[in-house]
């Protein structure tokens, strides 16, 4: 009984039916053409034939041999087994471009016409072929339209008359390379020659395929020499097996003494077993390791990670190892300076903020003093003048226009006195101090009302508690601004002031429904940078001195200041106070 490969052409297969041959369907399997060992005689010695080739060839790759050196082999024993064929393998390289590789029997003309032409269907059999990824079998190249006329014409004069070309892939289906068998005499491949075609396409399918793995080998290990890594490649069993350049510069150990060892030798027993332990748990290693270099300790970043065989057994690990001591300390030195660096700057905003927190009180002090000087020194002066210009307005020794300059002068006394108890009034309202911060804005708000003719809603609660006298001054500050910028920035017509307080907290907003602050003052101003003028930013910093919270939005509908200041432990502290001023 026949045991041929489904793959391969039987006798009744038609012309092309050979799909693309894969090399590495080859491996493990006898190569024997589709023949089996079944009968005798001639198809007997043929089968030894072919298996004694196979061996021949096989031995040719075993042993390394140059690969056109086994392909040439391979298409001169096709060519002996019948007459008048010529045959040739073709690579197609990666950039999809002919590469023509064997052609023992063929003049070199033939090579150059098809070198480095780039592959598409009707260029020839091999282009369509390896388009295809099927045997194309052109009966005689003359008649076929198929293939363009150059091809055409550089068969005439060879004097190539048929071509039955088959693709062969690798082990993803990439055709790799075509083997092209030409007639002298027009017509079909007959069984034998689909016999030795097969042959021939999985013998060169092998050595193609092994020579491109050796050549992608021969590359990884170029570019594990050049690595500027250096690289360390380990047994299953821990051993040194290989070191790169890179490797033997930063550890200075020759391979006589290196190879055979566990890395204990370059990074002693302890951190060896770290790496141990850790691809055991996470299936790589990477860190920090010290080792002792020409008698300096250096810092060396390692990773370590297993590659595996196919079956999933581990072939080796792979080391990579930096020295990093220089970048380490540099990193340290920075993060050292970065810390220095952020403890000055705390340490002087902290300084700043006490200033201002001072300067604010000083500057509160300072205006109480002033209310206070024009109230008692200037304001009683004028008093005592307005009391000498009413006794003079009143004597019945002056004449009528004396009397005159006399009441312009008395008049003039009362608006100078108005003035300054209002100047006064708005340095230090004197009702802070007596009557609370809820008397205090009551009667701000209502003279500011009054004389701004901005409605006021003021929601105030009527139990508020006395609070500290540096909160009640912020507090009063904060919505004494407040009104101003409505007044002066907004130009809304009204404004709505809340106040309300629990044990922990007060709590202020402050609103109105003007045209609201731009969005670029606002982000300015957010992103804690000062705006020109001091109103803003000095409410901020009285909050902010006593741990408040200070926040500020706008919009198109207006603009909501909104503050949040703790009292409770102040408020112990002003009862504290308050008994020791009582006691
Ligand atoms: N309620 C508001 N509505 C619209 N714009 C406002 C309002 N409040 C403040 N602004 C805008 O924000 C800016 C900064 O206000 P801020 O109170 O800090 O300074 P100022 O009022 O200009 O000057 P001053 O130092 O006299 O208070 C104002 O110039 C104004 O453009
Ligand atoms: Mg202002």
Not at 62 to 86: C, H, K, M, N
Not at 189 to 200: C, F, T
Not at 213 to 220: A, F, M, P, S
Not at 434 to 439: A, D, I, K, Q, W
């Amino acid at each position: 009984m026949s045991s041929i490969p489904s793959q391969f052409p039987s006798k009744n297969d038609g012309p092309g039916s050979q799909k693309c041959l894969h090399a590495s369907a080859a491996k493990g399997q006898q190569v024997d053409g589709g023949l089996s060992s079944a009968g005798n005689g001639p198809l007997m010695s043929t089968v030894e034939n072919i298996l004694r080739f196979q061996a021949k060839a096989l031995e040719m790759i075993a042993t390394g041999q140059p690969l056109v050196s086994v392909l040439d082999a391979i298409s001169r024993y096709v060519e002996q087994q019948a007459e008048d064929i010529r045959c040739s393998v073709t690579f197609i390289d990666a950039e999809h471009r002919i590469r023509p590789a064997s052609a023992p029997s063929l003049p070199a003309k033939y090579k150059g016409d098809l070198d480095d032409v780039l592959v598409y269907p009707y260029i020839a059999p091999c282009g369509l072929a390896a388009c295809q990824k099927e045997q194309v079998i052109s009966e005689s190249i003359e008649l076929d339209e198929r293939w363009s006329d150059g091809f055409r014409s550089m068969t005439k004069s060879l004097g190539l008359k048929a071509c039955w070309s088959t693709p062969i892939c690798d082990a993803e289906g990439t055709v790799i390379a075509t083997l092209a068998i030409y007639s002298l005499h027009p017509g079909n491949p007959s069984a034998h020659q689909h016999q030795l075609i097969g042959v021939a396409t999985r013998l060169a399918g092998i050595a193609i395929e092994r020579h491109l793995r050796e050549e992608r080998l021969r590359l990884c290990a170029e570019i594990i020499s050049r690595s500027a890594d250096a690289i360390r490649i380990l047994d299953p069993s821990w051993k040194i097996i290989e070191q790169n350049t890179a490797h033997r510069e930063l550890f200075g150990i020759p391979d006589e003494l290196l190879l055979g060892n566990t890395p204990a030798i370059i990074f002693g027993e302890e951190q060896f077993q770290r790496q141990i332990n850790s691809l055991e748990a996470e299936k790589a290693f990477h860190g920090d390791l010290t080792a002792e270099i020409m008698g300096e300790q250096r810092i060396i970043d390692v990773t370590v990670f297993p590659v595996h065989r196919d079956g999933g057994k581990i072939a080796c690990f792979v080391s990579l190892s930096r020295d990093v001591t220089e970048s380490r300390k540099t990193q340290e030195e920075m993060e050292k300076s970065h810390a220095e660096l952020e403890t000055a700057v705390e340490a002087r905003t902290s300084q700043l903020q006490t200033l201002s927190a001072r300067l604010m009180t000083t500057q509160d002090e300072e205006r109480r003093h002033i209310a206070r000087e024009l109230h008692d020194s200037a304001g009683q002066y004028l008093a005592a003048i307005q009391m000498n210009l009413g006794a003079m307005r009143n004597s019945p020794e002056i004449t009528s226009a004396e009397k005159s300059r006399i009441q312009d002068s008395w008049d003039m006394v009362e608006r100078c006195s108005s003035e300054i108890r209002t100047i006064s009034y708005l340095l230090h309202p004197p009702l802070l101090d007596e009557m609370g911060l809820r008397y205090a804005i009551l009667s701000y708000v209502e003279g500011f009302a009054r004389r701004s003719g901005i409605r006021v809603d003021l929601d105030i609660p009527d139990g508020l508690r006395r609070l500290p006298a540096e909160i009640e001054t912020a507090i009063f500050r904060v919505v004494q601004q407040g009104l101003a910028n409505i007044h002066r920035h907004s130009e809304s017509r009204v404004a709505e002031i809340r106040l309300a307080e629990d044990n922990k907290q007060i709590k202020i907003v402050i609103r109105d429904d003007g045209r609201g602050i731009s969005a670029e003052k606002l982000n300015h101003f957010r992103s804690g940078k000062q705006l020109i003028g001091v109103g803003i930013a000095g409410m901020r910093e009285r909050i902010r001195d006593l741990h408040g919270e200070f926040d500020i939005r706008s919009g198109a509908s207006g603009t909501t200041i909104e503050v949040n200041l703790p009292v409770l432990q102040r408020l112990n502290t002003r009862g504290a106070k308050t008994k020791s001023a009582t006691a």
